[in-house]
């Protein structure tokens, strides 16, 4: 456990989601498009942690479905890891359930699974490993 | 804006709210009681980046309230801030709703401001004003 990769936000409109944290002094950095997640995310460098706000691509997407169903809000929190495939494992055998049984590519070429909120109290968690040698704000 | 403070999450209970965040490693730091807001908070340190676990003194609270309406999950979204009266008037003028018009105790000596979710796309936003001098996780 690396600490909080980020927390993901749903909009649904990535400069109309982005507008409040402007205001509040934080910065935007890159937007990327994930299709694997069916979303386009843009991320937010707070000064000390990143936000990425996630817009859906589709309305049959998760992030769509979930905007539909409990509006916009906070929709994830991410745990930073070494080894992805390794605290997927660890967390299972610990009694949490995956959604992914195997990780799968996430943003800027980092593998990444998710861990089902029903196991978590209600938190949706995403364990990341960056690309190797990826740096991050 | 200094960074993210940390990420609040509500649970109905600390000892088995903070159990899957141990599973991943995640370590507790502190308890503290805020009987201003109406919680008792139990930090957790995942190395990069704090965790608040937020557990209701009672049903008729803010946090008792969530959990009723939304289930456990996702709570909040705390800022830090130099100055946190500064930071509200700030973020006011920019638009944003204030559910504080004044700042309030907070957790360790801090100052605290709320921002209503209405005008944040959904998120609740807290702005932190740590007490002068305090070191934190």
Do not use: K
């Amino acid at each position: 456990m690396l600490g909080i990769d980020h927390v993901g936000i749903a909009v649904p409109d990535l400069d109309a989601g982005q507008a409040p944290y402007a205001a509040l002094g934080v910065r935007s950095v890159e937007d990327e498009e994930v299709p694997d997640q069916g979303v386009r995310v843009r991320l937010l460098d707070t000064g000390a942690g990143t936000i990425e706000l996630l817009a859906p691509l589709a309305a049959d997407t998760p992030v769509g479905r979930f905007l539909a169903s409990r509006g916009p809000g906070l929709h994830h929190l991410a745990f930073r890891v070494a080894d992805v495939r390794h605290a997927l494992e660890a967390a299972v055998s610990s009694g949490l359930r995956p959604i992914d049984v195997v990780p799968r590519p996430g943003r800027a070429g980092s593998r990444v699974a998710f861990l089902h909120p029903r196991s978590v109290g209600g938190v949706l968690i995403e364990l990341v490993e960056p690309a190797s040698g990826a740096v991050r704000p």
